[in-house]
């Protein structure tokens, strides 16, 4: 055992040491016969004009080429949604983060308070069976009748800025149908006025 262990030893320590080796000139050569570092043949210059020729492109090369082409604005066009929504998905994912903190770190009462807005939600919904408009507005109205028990300062806030907004929508389209009117009605006294209604 000691024999093999010895042997296997001996060899590896060997590997592990570097040895340092000295070239020596020979003492009957002359020191003219130096050749510069350009005139090896590794660094020498081919003689003659090099003259650079295109490969001809290969039917794969040819398919890819216009593969490229009819791609290009479907990625060009992929690449402006992209930047476009970049923004939007970063305030989203922001907003979502803000959120997560806050209900983290959630101020005393928002929970119970959240949870009686919810109910409210889920009792005007119960409350507009059959008819879906009234689904559409009860659970809103509901909502934000309890919202406004909570915050009613928010709540205020809320109510002039959308009756301002449907003062404003209501006033449009008071003024849409007024222009179909007078456009209706004009057209009826046309209608009775034409020469084969004589």
Not at 159 to 175: A, C, H, N, P
Request: glycine share 8%; with cysteine.
């Amino acid at each position: 055992m000691f024999k093999v262990i010895q042997r296997s030893v001996g060899p590896a320590s060997l590997s592990l040491l570097t040895f340092k080796v000295y070239a020596s000139a020979k003492k009957d050569s002359s020191h003219k016969a130096a050749v510069k570092v350009n005139e090896l043949s590794l660094y020498s210059v081919p003689e003659g004009q090099s003259k650079y020729v295109e490969e001809p492109r290969t039917q794969l090369e040819e398919s890819i080429s216009h593969l490229r082409h009819y791609c290009e604005p479907y990625t060009s066009w992929c690449q402006e949604m992209y930047s476009q929504t970049k923004p939007k998905m970063q305030s989203v994912v922001q907003w979502g983060l803000d959120s997560y903190e806050y209900l983290q770190n959630a101020p005393p009462g928002f929970f119970p308070r959240l949870g009686v807005i919810g109910f409210s939600g889920v009792v005007g919904l119960l409350l507009a069976r059959g008819s879906k408009i009234k689904k559409l507005v009860y659970p809103p109205v509901f909502m934000g009748l309890a919202a406004s028990l909570y915050y009613p300062q928010q709540a205020i806030v809320f109510v002039q800025v959308s009756g301002e907004k449907l003062y404003d929508w209501g006033l449009r389209g008071y003024i849409v149908v007024e222009d179909l009117w007078k456009e209706n009605i004009q057209k009826s006294e046309n209608v009775k006025n034409s020469p084969g209604n004589k």
